[in-house]
């Protein structure tokens, strides 16, 4: 059993040391520009998904926008109309993040950087993925090697961690990606900038979903998109799905990918 924390936001966001202002925004320390917070709230917010939000640092002057009760498509879109800041890192509900996880994608400068989390229901691919072929429609295969890659070294470590820990990592070690799932996604101001609204958008009867419609907006308006495989967080469905599930399946099973991933026209 749980609370519903999204109903008591404001009074546990203000305990938090998040100010709130006249037009229901949190604002933290002063109103220098810099990151803005931004969380689709699809439901209930789970205990553990909302103190992971509180313990996670924040630079001075990070503001919080909130949408409750719409599709992603539409929250995500609400949240960067009201961007007042330099950065908006999106948070989803359903995920666990480590305390420095923001300020570790703030310290690459680029203008799109996600963290990692892995797939549920189903295989627990990571959620970082390249073309596999790009005409009319678009395959996308999942970068399960290059994360496995990555996190082999540390696989002895990873076992003691939770599903949300961050990784040492090098800027040589960020991958260049064609989609990623929008939960944990830092992205600059002149992204949105550059491109026409809506900025993320879902179709019905299609399997690619608003944030890999958002990728290959950020692609045709020239922007690189990486990912940090050193930052990894928890996905919550039944249960988390972690780095620990990704490592349990690689190593047993057959590896019967689930592909194509997804389709959309372009």
Known sequence: MHYDHSAYFNKLAKAAGLNL?????FVKG???RGVQIGIPLIGDMPD?????????????GT?????????????????????EKDWLFFMD???TFHPETLTRLLSWDLPV????????????????????????????????NEIFQFL???????????????????????????GVGAGCLLVHRRVFEAIDPPWFKYSDGKTVGEDFDFCRKVQEAGFKIYCDPGVLCG?????????????NWITTAKKEIEYPYPWGES
């Open 152 to 178: 082999a070294p540390h696989k002895d470590k990873l076992k003691g961690e939770l599903p949300a820990t961050i990784l040492p990592a090098r800027r040589e070690d960020l991958l260049e990606v064609d």
């Open 21 to 25: 202002r006249d037009n229901g925004d």
């Open 235 to 247: 996905h919550k469905q039944k249960d988390f799905i972690s780095h620990q599930h990704f490592f």
């Open 93 to 95: 509900s359903d995920q």
């Open 48 to 60: 553990e998904i909302f103190y992971s939000f509180l313990s996670l640092m924040k630079p001075p």
């Open 63 to 83: 503001k919080l926008t909130k949408v409750k009760g719409k599709g992603a498509d539409i929250a995500r879109n609400v949240i960067v109309e009201a961007l």
């Open 30 to 32: 002063g109103e220098a």
């Open 113 to 144: 950087v996600s963290g990692v989390y892995f797939k549920s229901p189903g295989q627990p691919v990571p959620h970082v993925y390249r073309y596999a072929w790009k005409d009319k429609e678009h395959l996308y295969l999942s970068l399960i």
